[in-house]
Nanobody, 117 residues
Framework: QVQLVESGGGLVQPGGSLRLSCAAS????????MGWYRQAPGKQRELVAT???????NYSDSVKGRFTISRDNAKNTVFLQMNSLKPEDTAVYYC???????????WGQGTQVTVSS
């Protein structure tokens, strides 16, 4: 069982920055591919970025060059540094943990990010 708790969301002006954190409880954090997803009102949940325990990273085209995902396996934490934020980045951001197929996929409760002047 893995529990994920996100923090760091809030209201920011266009062009600003936020850093999201996701703290994971449970065992074997390093076996999970950690990811950030987001869901804007009226839209489907979409991938933002993922990172393996070995540091292999994947970004969606919409955030590439602006967002940076990282993880600290010793502290069971994954981060999302978001720079040059745009109004279209407004969404609820969810942390995700995906392990081997035999294990469930885990989701956090989400944290709201609002980009507005």
């Amino acid at each position: 069982q893995v529990q994920l708790v996100e923090s760091g969301g809030g209201l920011v002006q266009p062009g600003g920055s936020l850093r999201l954190s996701c703290a994971a409880s449970g065992r074997d954090f390093s076996i999970y591919v950690m990811g950030w997803y987001r869901q804007a009102p009226g839209k489907q949940r979409e991938l933002v970025a993922t990172i393996t325990s070995g540091g292999r990273i994947n970004y969606s085209d919409s955030v590439k060059g602006r967002f940076t995902i990282s993880r600290d396996n010793a502290k069971n934490t994954v981060f999302l540094q978001m720079n040059s934020l745009k109004p279209e980045d407004t969404a609820v951001y969810y942390c995700n943990a995906k392990g081997p197929p035999i294990l469930p996929v885990y989701w956090g409760q989400g944290t709201q990010v609002t980009v507005s002047s």
